[in-house]
């Protein structure tokens, strides 16, 4: 009878596409699932029986065997990421969970590990990032690559860092690649949203609580400072806090001490500060909502990340970059926008910026079922806004930026072909050299 | 405290962790063999030789085969790598009687013979070391009943 039951359990397990195993309290193999025999290329035969570093030979079997996570901790883990060594010596990424095994006394008594093959969502986001300039930011224009520059200028620096930007632009990729460029990169990031917590539990969330501190206050609870103790915090919206919890912020930053709600301990957290929000700073501190000696501790690095209409040259490498990543979500082939809808595209004014322009992309691309993406298959506020909006004139500009911009749009509409862009503007290819040199464009 | 953990720690070689479950797991049940055979392994590493000994005399005059039939691979016995820590590394003073104790207890798991010549080295220092001797004597009377053992089937196979 048990040895029926075993053989449906087995069955079962051998169906499911992630591979599973389990080892018995010495950490040696004793049960091999088909798709572990897949992902990993070792027969189940092979291995029963096999301490299970000697089958996987992980890194992690020697630094944090996820088991003996689950052992010290009582809790299972979950899409814990890891490398094992396949049986061909390729070392493959992949995702597990964790659990442990208990007989009837409460012993542990084995453990299983359930595993996916992440090869290929490996292979895609190392692609992804080929096709990116800077930690995952794509960035050809004179803006971004000025940003990119003062990220690894200030790796070796502690200071707080604000970034100012509109929504969408992309602040919490900026901050994501200051802290991967930074000493701190191998130590906690944490990042909280201001705007998103209730006034009352917003410091709770920053700086803990104690038991009892409030009405749910059921246990002791670690602040997000101090879980990003000798690393870094990135407090995205920073405006939006409320005006008591930016002095309390401010003391962090002054003296790096706090308390937990409803405790008198003083505590400390050596914590590097990112912090983020698309307001007007300007009007914010006219306003009072934004206390001005706390911007100026948080800004001591500003960085402004331009918006897209400001750096049309991006718009393009974007899309090519958000069609490559449909591609793969949806398992269709690569499609190619047409002349039309690129220049639909090229002339809208993106006031959701990089997100909006991610957004219409994926819009588009699910519309799409032939090769290419034609205008039609556009947002209609789009195509409506530039069939609507006059196309201005390089002459009718009156600064330099509006000139910038529109020789830019014209430039990438012919694919920087310049001969091209010289008939459109009826001027002779020097002219238009001495243009594109006068507005910083010559070498880009 | 859990074996199962002890065993983790062990096989990933983090000694001074697997100790102090080991201490654990023994006081629950003081007549754990397994978790005793690790634990010697760990004090002999974290440099407790006098518990170390004591606890292998206790294994040894039950069963020293429990001991001598280590497998390095089947059982991932550690004592060739720590041999090669405690020979090559020079982190203990050669000619010490630690340093052969250490030895000596890390080869029974490997190799009786280069055990016993270790012990020998070690009671040479230390000739009053108690543990030691009887340690030494059960190791030495082992070996001399192998190689009767050996010389008789010699004998009959040549007659």
Same mark, same amino acid.
């Given at each position: ?26 950490? =040696? ?24 570093? %000697? ?16 052992? $010290?901790?009582?809790?299972?883990? @979950? ?9 061909? !010596? ?11 095994? @208990? ?26 990032? /080929?096709?990116?300039?800077?930690? !995952?930011?794509?960035? %050809? ?56 917590? &209730? ?31 000798? !690393? ?18 401010? $003391? ?38 934004? =206390?001005?000696?706390?911007?100026? =501790?948080?800004?001591?690095? &500003? ?5 897209? $209409?400001? $750096?049309?040259?991006?718009?393009? &490498? ?29 002339? @809208?004014?993106? &006031? ?10 994926? @819009? ?9 993406? %034609? ?24 600064? /330099? ?12 509409? %012919? ?12 001027? !002779? ?5 001495? /243009? ?9 | ?35 005793? +055979? +690790? ?49 090559? +590394?020079? #982190? ?42 009887? #340690? ?24």
């Amino acid at each position: 009878m048990i040895n029926q039951k075993e053989k449906i359990q087995d069955h079962i397990l051998d169906s499911i596409g992630e591979g599973v195993f389990t080892v018995d309290k010495t950490f =040696r193999i004793n049960f091999f699932n088909k798709a572990a025999e897949k992902i990993t290329g070792f027969n189940k035969e092979e291995v029963l029986g096999k301490f299970c570093k %000697h089958v996987f030979k992980s890194d992690l079997c020697f630094l944090d065997c996820p088991i003996s996570i689950v052992l $010290r901790n009582n809790k299972n883990i @979950y899409d814990f990421e890891a490398k094992i060594v396949s049986k061909d !010596g390729e070392r493959k990424p992949i995702r597990l969970n964790s659990a442990v095994l @208990y007989n009837e006394e409460n012993e542990p008594t084995g453990g299983v590990i359930s595993f996916r093959d992440q090869s290929e969502v490996e292979a895609f986001r190392k692609s992804l990032e /080929k096709d990116t300039n800077f930690y !995952g930011i794509i960035g %050809h224009s004179k803006a971004m690559k000025e940003i990119f520059e003062l990220i690894k200028e200030i790796s070796e620096s502690d200071a707080p860092v604000l970034i100012h930007g509109e929504s969408g632009t992309g602040k919490e990729l900026v901050a994501n690649a200051i802290q991967k460029s930074s000493r701190r990169n191998s130590k906690e990031f944490v990042k909280v949203n201001c705007s998103v917590f &209730p006034d009352n539990l917003l410091a709770s969330e920053l700086f803990g609580h104690v038991k009892g501190a409030f009405t749910d206050a059921h246990k002791d609870r670690l602040g997000r400072f101090e879980l990003a103790n000798e !690393g870094t915090i990135f407090l995205d919206e920073i405006a939006e806090m409320p005006i008591q919890m930016q002095s309390k912020l401010l $003391r962090v930053l002054q003296e790096g001490t706090f308390e937990r709600v409803g405790e008198s301990i003083t505590r400390n957290s050596d914590v590097r500060i990112i912090s983020a929000t698309n307001i007007n700073i300007d009007q914010a501190l006219k306003k009072g909502s934004l =206390r001005e000696d706390l911007y100026y =501790r948080l800004s001591v690095i &500003p960085i402004e990340v331009p918006p897209l $209409r400001e $750096r049309t040259e991006d718009i393009i &490498p974007l899309i090519n970059h958000f069609i490559s990543k449909f591609a793969i979500i949806y398992k269709k082939e690569l499609k190619e926008l047409d002349d039309n809808a690129l220049e639909t595209l090229m002339n @809208y004014n993106w &006031p959701g910026n990089v997100r909006e322009l991610e957004n219409t992309i994926e @819009y588009a691309f699910v519309r799409t079922n032939g090769a290419t993406i %034609h205008s039609s298959k556009l947002p209609a506020i789009i195509r409506n806004y530039v069939s609507n909006s006059s196309v201005k004139s390089i002459d009718e500009c009156v600064d /330099k930026n509006c000139e910038r911009t529109e020789l830019l749009k014209i430039l990438n509409r %012919h694919k920087w072909n310049k001969t091209k862009v010289a008939q459109e503007l009826k001027v !002779g290819r020097t002219t238009l050299w001495r /243009k594109m040199k006068r507005l910083g464009l010559a070498e880009e | 405290m859990s074996e199962m953990l002890a065993n983790q720690y062990f096989m990933a070689r983090k000694f001074l962790e697997a100790e102090i479950e080991l201490e654990g797991v023994i006081e629950k049940n003081p007549s754990n063999k397994f978790a005793l +055979k +690790k634990l010697v392994v760990c004090y002999t590493h974290n440099n407790k030789i006098e518990q170390a000994l004591k606890i292998l005399l206790e294994l040894i005059t039950d069963d020293i085969n429990f001991i001598i039939d280590t497998d390095p691979i089947d059982d991932d016995c550690p004592c060739f790598e720590l041999i090669n820590e405690v020979e090559h +590394k020079n #982190l203990y003073k050669n000619n010490s009687p630690k340093y052969f104790m250490m030895l000596g207890i890390f080869w029974l798991y490997c190799n009786f013979e280069n055990s016993l010549i270790n012990f020998q080295k070690a009671l040479q220092i230390e000739s009053e070391n108690k543990i030691l001797i009887k #340690l030494y004597d059960k190791i030495k009377a082992y070996s001399d009943n192998v190689h009767s053992m050996e010389i008789r089937s010699e004998d009959r196979s040549i007659n």
